[in-house]
């Protein structure tokens, strides 16, 4: 699981504003960009853009 320290300092690559840890889906989510980042492994967050799904 993804730490509170961690989800602090976690950005949106594309609009640079923070992102809401889905603990259920394992899924980081940008509510602005309307895009999911996946939490590899439970705890490494894949933030790159290409590899974001639109929600
Ligand atoms: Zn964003």
Redesign the pocket.
């Known amino acids: 699981m993804l730490s509170k320290e961690i989800l602090d300092i976690l ?7 923070g ?1 809401a840890y889905d603990r259920d889906k394992q899924k980081l989510v ?4 309307k ?1 999911k980042f996946n939490v590899l492994k439970g705890d490494i967050p894949d933030m790159l853009l290409e590899n974001a799904k639109k929600i």
């Not at 950005?11 to 504003?17: G, S």
């Open positions: 950005a949106c690559p594309k609009c640079k504003n992102v940008c509510s602005i960009c895009i």
